[in-house]
């Protein structure tokens, strides 16, 4: 008998291409392991034996960002989800990221998968999950996350992703950023919000026009989000004659931005996590932008990135 074939531990890798466009997602929480533009990486890459460093590229539900104790009250139901940031005390980044997604289709240039998220103690519903990603030569990467309510009671949800963008540089501190938000909202010391969202104006928070980061340090959910004419809010990370440009489209209220200032060395303050939310920490608890799906009932976002090189 033949040995068995070992397995990555992100599991299968579906690679997808088009014109310039290369990028991996992983079975492992259908997460963008790789993408890049002309072999020039837009992401934080890892290998595909490797687990996501500091939850780079993986899809967060259904809920981003944190849980303060991981309690919440919904439809009358006291909820108590495990604490998956323990030092911390919070419930972090949703319950799908560590589950096998199962793929729906895969073609050249696209790749959809699917999970069945079950009941469990904390969350006691059922959603049926559905992420594509589609790469255009032009357009660059699309990423579609769609929620269905399979069960028999209305659920909570929101939904986020977390890449790390890189403009070729060794740091970001040498990049400019272009961050389309007139609002920040101040963080406690366990990451969950200590107050009202707060106007960036005057602040080194203030990223309406781009400017070089520098040695500003973020873990921030920044909000009132300008949009474009399609509704699609536009980041942008730019050095020398690279310019990676971020979008969330409606229904994406949030955007975390982190500089990884407290990751490992490897890691640290080399890529920068722009993360889109479609409600801020805690909103489980709070009810802040929470969405309530109706048994039967779906809701679809989408977001992505695109490379220009001068």
Known sequence: MGMPTSIPLTGAQFEIRAGDYRATITELGAGLRRLSY???PAISEYAPGELPPAAAGQLLAPWPNRIDG??????GLDC???LSEPAQGNAI???TRWAGWQAERHDDDRVRLSHLLLGRSGYPFCLALTAEYRLDAGAGLRVTITARNA???PAPYGTGCHP???AGTPGINECELQLPAAQWLPPGPRGIPAGRPRDVAGTQYDFRAARAIGDVRLD???TRLARDADGRAWARLGADRLQVSFWAGPGYHWLQVFTGDPLDPPHRRRALAVEPMTCPPNAFATGHDLITLEPGGSVQHAWGIRLDQS
């Open 38 to 40: 002309r072999g020039q």
């Open 70 to 75: 991981g309690r919440y009250q919904f439809a």
């Open 80 to 82: 108590q989800l495990d």
């Open 93 to 95: 980044h949703g319950l």
């Open 151 to 153: 069960g028999t009671r």
């Open 164 to 166: 790390y963008l890189t």
């Open 220 to 222: 921030h959910a920044f």
